[in-house]
């Protein structure tokens, strides 16, 4: 592995105030395994806004290796009703940020450009970010993964100042919610690219040191096999998230792995 930490994040984009309370008890309840550590697997809940608060509330306070993230921000303040600002993320002291995600790239219409902006301002807000990149399954038939990854990559690059703050998510649109799995060795290969990207167009020090997850349909039975690739630094994980038996396994496995490589990351 090219960095020390795993990162997986557990992306609650739907469930109920009832759900995401069962499955904070879950997570407080929870010790990781004797081979993994707070400072081998970083997890990041991201539950819908309005129930955000309360996550954050009742997460056990001692599960340093647990943090909370927005699934969405707007970069400016002011009379957009609906939104919520990037000074209403800071004021809950929320560290972290999904941005670019697949959703809001082909239902909401966010261009690279305006991904590029929220990025931006998330950063200089001192939130960290998960930017979200990936093909729609039209895309990969026709032979563009590599265009359509590194276009959307660029963008976020060219807003970032400050690599620390932020982990990048390869989520193939083909491989979410349709049946459809990316092998390990295909979730590889992107991976493997766009870090090669990172050290060609920004520097090998941060190609070396970004976190690279991936999140297309991640499960308890795969998690091993992707944890187990070279430039997979971790999961954005959906469906699989909304139960901590499910959603455990997978920190699990990233830990295993993470012991022997490096420090992963679940989101």
Known sequence: KKNNTQHTQSHLKNGSRESLQKLVVDLNASTQ????????????????????????????????????????????????????????????NIPWVILGHSERRHIFGETDELIAVKIAQAIAHDIKVVACLGEKLEEREAGKTREVVFTQLKAIADSVKDWHKVVIAYEPVWAIGTGKTASPEQAQEVHREIRQWLSGNVSPSVAMTTRIVYGGSVKADNASDLARQPDVDGFLVGGASLKAADFLPIVNAAGAIATTHTTKAAL
């Open 33 to 92: 395994p004797a081979h993994t550590s707070s400072a081998a697997v970083e997890v990041v809940v991201a539950p819908p806004f309005v129930y955000i608060e309360g996550v954050q509330s009742t997460l056990r306070h001692n599960h340093s290796h647990i943090a909370v993230a927005a699934q969405n921000l707007y970069h400016k303040s002011g009379a957009f009703t609906g939104e919520v600002s990037v000074e209403m993320v800071k004021d809950l």
